[in-house]
């Protein structure tokens, strides 16, 4: 007897899993772009101000990052 995921939606609970993973790990990745660019565009700011400025990079934290956006999306997906 399948189990009722497989039956729904053609798809393993492997591959649902993998497919939410992936989802969080795409979430945290474009996190740390938008920090980055965030940063930069702020040093731009101050340098046309004639600041002395330079753009501080975000620590790389994508993929602990998105083992917790993972984790929550997980919690959420059980919980209905």
Same mark, same amino acid.
């Given at each position: 007897?399948?189990d009722t995921n497989t039956q729904k939606?053609?798809? %393993?609970?492997?591959?649902?899993?993998?497919?939410?993973?992936?989802?969080?790990?795409?979430m945290a990745e474009g996190s740390w772009?938008?920090?980055?660019?965030?940063?930069?565009?702020?040093?731009? %700011?101050?340098?046309?101000?004639?600041?002395?400025?330079?753009?501080?990079?975000?620590?790389?934290?994508?993929?602990?990052?998105?083992?917790?956006?993972?984790?929550?999306?997980?919690?959420?997906?059980? %919980?209905?």
């Open positions: 007897m399948k939606t053609g798809k %393993s609970g492997y591959e649902i899993r993998l497919e939410v993973l992936q989802r969080a790990l795409d772009h938008m920090s980055n660019e965030a940063s930069r565009m702020e040093a731009e %700011s101050k340098i046309k101000l004639g600041l002395v400025a330079t753009p501080v990079p975000a620590p790389d934290t994508r993929v602990e990052d998105g083992l917790k956006i993972a984790e929550k999306l997980y919690k959420f997906i059980e %919980s209905k």
